[in-house]
């Protein structure tokens, strides 16, 4: 039995480090991917963790797969396909480590699983399945990711959402936002970003998008709102937190983060599906707390998966810092 199954891309970030002695741009070779970050983070939180998805034949898969095992995630999930090359993101940050993407994914191995491939057995066993929607943009691995969501539903499993749009990775802004709106109908808990919730939902008004999810069926919506912190919804209750202001080197895994810490607390308190709709604010207030500390220790290291933080970490912060709405714990 796994706490959370992890399914979609798990790839290399290849991210800016400065220039070398003849002026030449310096990329650092990151382990990441968004379900992958998100899963470091619980494992690293302490629950037990397995990967499900592709990479390529090559370098760059070796190094990943030995990643996640020594993160002791399980990677019996993981197929390296012998005719694809493992994703490759390039990451430029800003001044404020904000960042650009470039992709190297014409294919790339992630969008290569098959229906037929998916591990039935690891999917079954989890308390919690968490997907993208970068698995989304391209077949197979649009029908795989929605077919593993379903068959995680059927057997009783939370289904976590995170629609992480990258609009280089879609053919069109229309196409993107039917396939992100049809698979959030798979999913008990979603997060989305501020600029997300639009594409979603229709709606500019944070509130009222998460409200239109919740209508649709889904039982908890976070929404992350940058420095301003995040905000979480269930049916009959909501919360709002400010994030810490923390220096950022690095915002490539802040969202992963921060997912995780939230997946972290539902894990934690041992929720189950039919549960998730009357978690109340009290409840809300100390996931989101949880989460955003996350995300601001991520925000100061570089890289994705290296960036995630350990439970000690969070626990030290929150000690340190207290509480962001005033006071201490």
């Known amino acids: 039995m796994f706490d959370v199954v992890a399914l979609g891309e798990l790839l290399i970030d290849f991210t800016y480090a400065g220039a070398s ?50 993160k002791h995630i399980d990677t019996s999930g993981v197929i390296v396909d012998e005719d694809a090359f493992t994703t490759l993101a390039f990451v430029s940050l800003n001044a404020a480590g904000e960042r650009s993407f470039s992709f ?14 998916l591990p039935r057995s690891i999917i079954e066993r989890c308390g919690i399945f968490h997907f993208g929607s970068l698995s989304l943009t391209e077949e197979p691995a649009r029908q795989a990711a929605l077919e593993a969501a379903s068959l ?21 802004v229309d196409e993107a936002v039917q396939m992100m709106r049809n698979a959030a ?22 509130e009222k998008g998460a409200k ?4 649709q069926g889904c039982s908890c919506v976070a929404v992350t709102l940058g420095d301003r912190g995040a905000a979480a919804y269930t049916a009959n209750d909501s919360a709002t ?6 220096p950022a080197v690095d915002a490539t895994g802040a969202g992963d983060a921060f997912w995780g810490g939230f997946l972290f607390k539902i894990v934690e308190r041992g929720l189950t599906r ?27 290291k570089r ?15 929150l000690a340190l810092k207290g509480d962001p709405r005033g006071g201490l714990f």
């Open 21 to 70: 002695q003849d002026g030449m741009r310096l990329f650092e070779q990151n382990p990441g991917g968004a379900p992958a970050n998100v899963l470091t983070a619980l494992a690293n939180f302490g629950c037990r963790a397995a990967f499900v998805g592709k990479v390529g034949a090559d370098m760059h898969g070796d190094f990943l797969r030995e990643t996640l095992r020594g």
């Open 152 to 172: 995680a539903r059927r057997s009783g499993a939370i289904v976590s959402y995170d629609p992480n749009y990258r609009a280089q990775l879609w053919r069109s």
């Open 212 to 215: 239109k999810l919740l209508e």
């Open 303 to 317: 890289g994705g998966i290296p960036a995630m933080p350990g439970l000690d970490e969070v626990t030290r912060f």
């Open 274 to 300: 039919s549960a998730l709709k009357d978690v109340a604010s009290r409840s809300l207030t100390d996931f989101i707390i949880f989460a955003n500390a996350a995300a601001a220790l991520c925000v100061q």
């Open 241 to 246: 937190v400010p994030a810490w202001h923390v």
């Open 185 to 206: 109908a798979y999913a008990d808990v979603i997060k989305l970003s501020e600029e997300e919730v639009p594409l979603l939902t229709g709606e500019t008004c944070c």
């Open 104 to 117: 190297a994914r014409k294919p790339g191995a992630d969008t290569r699983l098959r229906t037929e491939e």
